[in-house]
């Protein structure tokens, strides 16, 4: 006699001798459900060629298994920041771990209710972003609405949102120390915008450093630029710096890529790096290695950023819990330094 095909699931909750509700639980892996009775529906449903109905899940269980990685600005890939590319690969990785699919969205800035359309229609159940990306109005509304988020940024006042952020402080200090102890006096710094949360944590460990040997920080050895600035922008800086303090020693810049930037403009005018100007750059980029001469830089592991990005809210969606996670500040010595 012939076994009639199973078609839907209460067929296979029949065939199993469990509740329907058991039956679409096996299904969608939940921890409610033993591991036999699970393999058990599973190899049914599989004998039966049955596939669990993605569209009418996501309707039932209200989850899409899908994170939108917003990014406010396209420009990274335009100016080459390769940085954030990184981080965006580990986001992506980290997010297949979890068992959570990857949706790339370009909000408009003017949009006030881009995440609550994409959570309401099931299109995705939180977001990732960089939070330099996001205004403070866009940033208080998200938390406001409840909005389920992680962000490459500094940790939540108010413990709304999940984080994760490199050790500025430590970063900003151990880049200057490294530049005093090879006898640099004159320390020149190629910052991000001047209110933003990590430039002020890399500023103060420069300055730090720098009063730790009895030096106070010099605002004509400072040169700030937006984050969208290039590296031909960063050699402008390096320009400027150069005319208000011709005897600067050594320039600490907050990205590789203004840091290969300033490389390149120290070479145009002749001037020897590190023989006569020290470089310290900030993040260890993939390319950091192969600069002329190789770059000396402060680590930050973009692929790991972007792999607890993606724990830290998968985390936060599936029990609720916010976390902020902290990664160390490493420097690498290379030629430039």
């Known amino acids: 006699m012939t076994v009639p095909r199973a078609k839907t699931l209460a067929d296979i909750a029949r065939l199993a001798g469990v509740s329907k509700s058991t039956a679409s639980r096996a299904l969608n ?45 396209w420009g990274i890939a335009k100016r080459q920041d390769i940085f954030m590319l990184e981080v965006m690969g580990g986001v992506s990785a980290g997010l297949h771990e979890e068992g959570y699919e990857l949706l790339i969205l370009q909000p408009r800035f003017d949009d006030r209710d881009w995440a609550r359309r994409y959570l309401e229609t099931g299109q995705a159940d939180g977001f990732v972003f960089h939070l330099a990306q996001c205004s403070p109005e866009q940033l208080d509304r998200l938390e406001q609405e409840g909005v389920p988020f992680a962000v490459w940024g500094p940790a939540s006042p108010r413990n709304a949102y999940s984080s994760v952020s490199g050790d500025s402080v430590n970063g900003g200090r151990i880049a200057t120390e490294h530049l005093l102890e090879r006898g640099c006096r004159r320390i020149a710094m190629i910052g991000g915008p001047a209110r933003a949360h990590e430039v002020l944590e890399r500023s103060g460990g420069y300055e730090a450093a720098l009063a730790a040997v009895g030096l106070a920080a010099d605002p004509q050895l400072v040169e700030h630029l937006p984050w969208s600035a290039g590296d031909s922008d960063a050699g402008e800086a390096v320009g400027r710096l150069l005319e208000r303090a011709p005897d600067l020693d050594a320039i600490f810049a907050h990205s590789d890529r203004w ?18 100007v020290a470089v310290v750059g900030y993040d260890d980029i993939v390319t950091a290695a192969y600069a002329y001469p ?8 973009g692929d790991l950023v972007g792999r607890l990005l993606a724990r830290t809210l998968a985390q936060q969606l599936q029990t609720g819990v916010v976390s902020a996670v902290t990664i160390p500040a490493e420097l690498v010595v290379r030629e430039s330094a």
Not at 294 to 301: E, I, K, M
Request: hydrophobic residues 40%; charged residues 30%; glycine residues 8%.
């Open 29 to 73: 892996d939940s921890p409610l459900i033993g591991v036999d009775t699970k393999d058990r529906i599973r190899a049914i449903a599989a004998e039966h060629g049955f596939a669990v109905n993605e569209p009418a899940r996501r309707l039932t269980t209200r989850r899409s298994n899908v994170v939108g990685l917003v990014m406010f600005d």
């Open 259 to 276: 840091a290969l930037g300033a490389l390149a403009e120290l070479r145009e005018r002749g001037i020897r790096v590190p023989d006569d």
């Open 294 to 301: 190789p770059l000396t830089t402060v680590r930050q592991d």
